[in-house]
């Protein structure tokens, strides 16, 4: 095995996000003596622009971002980061706990997944109602609400009934 220079580098995963061109073979940018950090945020051409990086909760491989214009490609980075930010600060989403929750639910029967999904998809819509979004902001309180005014109208109802 090779032991070379490189062994003891410490990889740091934590690097903030960044947007960089990546230039086409035929773009100006290669004319113009600079130097190749320079070339990578190098902004007047029109070449696609890359996202690489990470935030608190999430790592971004190199990656096209689908613009290419610089104001929208840091529209795009500002969201990422905010988005990181809320979840950072407020937990994960309501609705992406149950999706997980679902998802995990492999050892039900359909009949019951499908009064899963019904239940949370109610508890879900109640929680938005009272603007808690994070699964940190659905207390007791908020719970028992949702007995006793969210379940209103679904006693007895067990689904779809066939007539036959």
């Keep these: 095995m090779y032991t070379g220079w490189y062994k003891n580098r410490v990889y740091n995963?934590?690097?903030a996000l960044t947007i960089y061109r990546r230039h086409s073979v035929d773009c100006r940018v290669h004319k113009l003596r600079l130097k190749a950090y320079e070339k990578k945020y190098f902004k007047d051409c029109d070449c696609p622009i890359w996202l690489t990086g990470s935030t608190d909760t999430e790592r971004y491989p190199r990656q096209a971002l689908g613009v290419r214009d610089w104001p929208a490609a840091e529209a795009k980075l500002?969201?990422?980061?905010?988005?990181?930010?809320?979840?950072?600060?407020?937990?994960?989403k309501l609705e992406d706990c149950i999706t997980r929750y679902l998802d995990a639910r492999d050892d039900v029967k359909p009949k019951t997944l499908a009064q899963y999904?019904?239940?949370?998809g109610r508890l879900k819509d109640f929680a938005h109602g009272k603007n808690k979004f994070f699964i940190r902001e659905v207390s007791i309180d908020v719970l028992e609400d949702f007995k006793t005014y969210g379940l209103a109208g679904l006693a007895g109802y067990s689904g779809p009934r066939n007539s036959d």
């Design 13 to 15: 995963p934590v690097v």
């Design 78 to 92: 500002r969201s990422l980061n905010a988005t990181s930010k809320d979840q950072t600060v407020h937990g994960p």
């Design 117 to 120: 999904k019904l239940l949370l």
